[in-house]
């Protein structure tokens, strides 16, 4: 089992950055492939960026470039570094845990935070 806690989210400007943490308990933690997925009012949660235990990568086409995925085992903590925000980018982020190789699919990640709410004002 693996309990995972989101922080770090805010309101910013349009422009700004703000930096996410998910802290998972677990001493497996380092197996895990985890990421990022978001989701706003209305529409399908998403997936915005995730990494495996090698610390290999993927992003989603929209954040590619502006958002940066990282982990730190020792810690037990997966971050994302998100600059040159949009308010296209305003919603809940949820971090999520998977036994798996990394995907892109909510069905690949077991495990799931409850999130926390990131808004870009323009």
């Known amino acids: 089992q693996v309990q995972l806690v989101e922080s770090g989210g805010g309101l910013v400007q349009a422009g700004g950055s703000l930096r996410l943490s998910c802290a998972a308990s677990g001493r497996t933690f380092s197996w895990y492939a985890m990421a990022w997925f978001r989701q706003s009012p209305g529409t399908e949660r998403e997936f915005v960026a995730g990494?495996?235990?090698?610390?290999?990568?993927k992003y989603a086409d929209s954040v590619m470039g502006r958002f940066t995925i990282s982990r730190d085992n020792s810690k037990n903590t997966v971050y994302l570094q998100m600059n040159s925000l949009k308010p296209e980018d305003t919603a809940v982020y949820y971090c999520?845990?998977?036994?798996?190789?990394?995907?892109?699919?909510?069905?690949?990640?077991?495990?799931w935070g409850r999130g926390t709410q990131v808004t870009v004002s323009s």
């Open positions: 990494i495996n235990w090698s610390d290999g990568t």
């Open positions: 999520a845990a998977g036994g798996g190789p990394l995907g892109y699919s909510r069905t690949e990640y077991a495990y």
